[in-house]
């Protein structure tokens, strides 16, 4: 998971979030003031990817940009079956976890200037993560300028019809939680208003694994305004590197997308 620069990113990057994904286990949850509580599954975000996972992955095009990437399942499947795919996330734990296993990855807000951007073939926001930063609106439309024209998004929304901005704290259930930060939680009716509005359309849905997502295509004529910050060189100090030769940079994930 991640959010945005200026937010409350340490929340993910400290303990019990931290502490969990180091261990690989749970139990941890997101913890809302008035006392409800998301069970967050870190044993499967630590495992490797599976059938529900595959699929998503076998509907990725071109090279992939993991928003949120947590732990790392996905880019290193992805790497492994020598797919270009880079994975950002806020978490200095779950980026070191990605590049452990095989996957690349980069400390980073999806909101921070990023390699490649308008030249994703894919983006993936999966396990909840349409809700970094507390707006869809904003996430998804810079989702669609950091995606090639007619790139494909795949988000997982919530198996309930809910459109929701909350403000939440990571918890292990023992007493002790990170900072508050915001949080969005949508169902699919809401993921594809709010992805309509940032310039997307509707391609595919489907459920797996008690699990639901949709494909969502750019549009060609979507604007993609460039932002005021641009993309990092190659040589950024900020990319963090496996140091394997058998994987790219980061920057050259897209160089041929």
């Known amino acids: 998971m991640s959010a945005p620069a200026g937010s409350a990113a340490p929340a993910w990057c400290a303990d019990p979030y931290a502490e969990a994904l180091r261990a690989g286990r749970g139990p941890l949850f997101l ?8 069970p967050l599954e870190v044993e499967r975000w630590c495992a490797e990817a599976d059938t529900v996972d595959l699929e998503v992955l076998r509907r990725c095009e071109g090279a992939v940009l993991d928003v949120g990437c947590g732990p790392g399942r996905l880019v290193a499947e992805l790497a492994a079956r020598g797919c270009p795919a880079l994975g950002v996330d806020v978490s200095e734990a779950a980026v070191a976890h990605a590049l452990r296993i095989g996957g690349q990855a980069l400390l980073r807000s999806v909101f921070d200037p990023l390699p490649g951007e308008g030249r994703w073939g894919s983006a993936l926001l999966i396990d909840g993560n349409v809700g970094i930063g507390g707006e869809p609106g904003a996430l998804l439309r810079r989702i669609a300028r950091l995606l090639a024209p007619g790139g ?3 988000a997982e929304s919530a198996p309930v019809d809910v459109d929701e901005r909350v403000h939440v704290r990571v918890a292990d259930g023992r007493g002790a939680a990170g900072t508050p930060f ?8 809401a993921l594809l208003r709010h992805a309509r509005r940032a310039g997307f359309r509707p391609e ?6 008690g699990r639901s997502f949709a494909a969502l295509r750019r549009r060609d004529a979507f604007d993609v ?3 005021s910050r641009t993309a990092e060189p190659v040589n950024s100090t900020a990319v963090i590197s496996s140091h394997r030769a058998r994987n790219p940079s980061p ?3 897209v160089a041929d997308a």
């Open 204 to 209: 595919a849905q489907w459920t797996a694994g």
């Open 225 to 227: 305004r460039r932002t």
């Open 251 to 253: 920057d050259r994930l």
């Open 182 to 189: 915001p949080w969005a939680r949508l169902g699919t009716p």
């Open 152 to 154: 494909l998004l795949i």
């Open 31 to 38: 913890h809302r003031s008035d006392g409800w509580l998301l």
